[in-house]
């Protein structure tokens, strides 16, 4: 079921979304402090662009912390409200509310990416 969620999500938003966060990898890899931070993005590109059959657990110490302080101030933000907002045209529907609480999922991640681990579900 998740590889036909997968297709459907990318056909109807997933590249979108995936794409945006390629963009914010390009910038933040301009600089030689934000290649790590670029690199993050391109790994969770991947998990927006196919979310389904995958979970996130959060967790981190300080240096993932410290990250995301950084990360919310420049990018989670808007990458944040793009999902948010995404997941909420998805819900005005009744077929669109599984891809509207993938949105919320990758909003939340969109918020603190470091320190999160991908799992398959």
């Known amino acids: 079921m998740s590889c036909l969620g997968n297709g459907l ?29 670029g690199k993050q993005c391109f790994k969770l590109a991947q998990l927006t662009a196919f979310p389904f059959g995958k979970t996130v657990i959060y967790g981190g110490g300080a ?23 995404n997941g909420l045209l998805f819900c005005l529907t009744i077929i669109g509310i599984p891809f509207g609480l993938q949105c919320f999922k990758i909003a939340k991640l969109a918020l603190f990416p470091f320190g999160a681990e991908v799992k398959a579900a």
């Open 63 to 85: 240096p993932s912390f410290l990250a995301n302080i950084l990360w919310v101030i420049i990018s989670g933000i808007p990458l944040a409200v793009v999902a948010l907002l």
């Open 9 to 37: 999500w990318f056909i109807f938003g997933g590249i979108w979304q995936g794409l945006v966060w390629c963009l914010a990898g390009l910038l933040w890899s301009i600089t030689i402090v934000g290649i790590p931070i």
